[in-house]
């Protein structure tokens, strides 16, 4: 079983990635349950089956900022998707 699935690369440029989220009994895969998120609209850009391995590779793709590998929890996902950050 692979540890990670992702989004297309020809996708990944147009992301600003990278809170975590554990969609473990919420959403997605229990196999793979730790989501990267996509800052501005809480999309999934990648899905990993431990936190560590999203950790990595939001740190890897998308460096070492504050809120990359920010742990978020089910309520501020559903606020963040019903309210995009769009500018």
């Not at 989220?21 to 990993?48: H, K, M, Q, T």
């Amino acid at each position: 079983m692979s540890d990670m699935k992702k989004i297309n690369d020809d996708n990944l440029d147009q992301v600003n990635g990278g809170m975590l989220f554990d969609s473990f009994g919420y959403e997605g895969d229990p196999n793979l349950r730790w989501e990267v998120l996509n800052n501005d609209n809480c999309e999934v850009i990648a899905r990993f089956s431990t936190k560590d391995a999203a950790a990595k590779w939001v740190t890897d793709n998308y460096g070492t900022y504050s809120y990359n590998a920010q742990e978020v929890d089910w309520d501020t996902v559903q606020r963040l998707r019903k309210n995009p950050n769009t500018y």
